[in-house]
């Protein structure tokens, strides 16, 4: 309790404290929009195909960040077709701030 109140009494503690605060809330964000961001429609299997959109071109970047969840099998526009994707992952991917949405990959692509 002592160590609280000396660091709400310095100016240091206070930024610490706002920053961890403005870290939290973040998070809690990323978690909370993550699910609205998965389409339904996955098929009932614990490998699926995914067409995750991006609100820009993919870079390299994040092609090897896809690349940790599956096999990336192309790009077109603004979309990344990631292949056998652990069903549980899903979530995960769309933790990313940067996924705008994540389809079921049609089988003819």
């Not at 309790?1 to 660091?7: D, E, G, T």
């Not at 609205?36 to 067409?51: E, M």
């Not at 870079?59 to 990344?80: A, C, K, M, P, W």
């Amino acid at each position: 309790m002592r160590l609280l109140h000396q660091a709400l009494g310095s100016r240091r503690g206070l930024i610490l404290l706002g920053l961890a605060a403005a870290w939290l809330g973040w998070q809690a964000w990323i978690f909370a929009t993550a699910p609205a961001k998965v389409a339904g429609g996955f098929p009932d299997r614990q490998r699926v195909n995914a067409l995750i959109t991006l609100p820009f071109a993919p870079e390299r970047f994040h092609i090897l960040v896809f690349q940790r969840y599956g096999r990336v099998s192309g790009t077109d526009g603004n979309r990344v077709e990631l292949r056998g994707i652990d069903r549980s992952q899903l979530g995960a991917i769309a933790r990313h701030y940067w996924v705008r949405r994540i389809e079921p990959l049609q089988q003819g692509g």
